[in-house]
């Protein structure tokens, strides 16, 4: 259960959450990084086709995996895989509006359809933002600033769109991370920008991994 102090309609939109996003449904996944400081450039494109069950990841598949223009290998694409099915404790974000990390958050109420969280937990996982919620309490938007940065970023920010996808079945849409910090004596800054399409629905997981 929330805090007390958090506001009442938290539970609802918690609630709301779980329901709309039950099922098994495979998606597109397409990730490009641009990161620059000084004359260094880094440009990394990736394409996945994954699967989700009742809103886990549990299966990749990788399509396309480029670094600066470049293919990378089969090696280096199973090591991409694995780390988005079995992510390292604390990298994955821990949704706020997900009953199951209610302890990890303390809330605010911010107006009319926006909740502030914010959350000690010094890893990637968690980070202190807002969230917003439609009249039908499902979550439009979060955007938050993580607890823990990538390697020389002094700050970050990353703002989610989620969307209902099929019927009664609500996902991210479209993710952006941007960040800025040092490298050496150059100032520096990357943005990823994350977008999910071509959902769809299977009645049972082997079709859906059959599929992918």
Partial sequence: MPAASAPPVLAQVAQRFTQTSRGIVSFRL????????GFSKYHRDIVLAGIYQNGRLVRVRVISYTIDGRSTDLQQQAALAQEYQHPKPGETFAPPFDARNFADYSYQGQGPGTIAFASTLRDAGHGNGTFTYDAANSVTAFTYQPNVLPPHATWGEIADRRAEVLPNYWAVT??????????????GAATEQV????????????SALRRL
């Fill in 30 to 37: 397409h990730r490009v990084l641009d990161v620059h400081a």
């Fill in 174 to 187: 479209q993710e952006t991370q941007n960040y800025k910090g040092r490298y050496g004596p150059f100032a």
């Fill in 195 to 206: 977008d999910f399409s071509d959902f769809r629905r299977f009645s049972n997981l082997r």
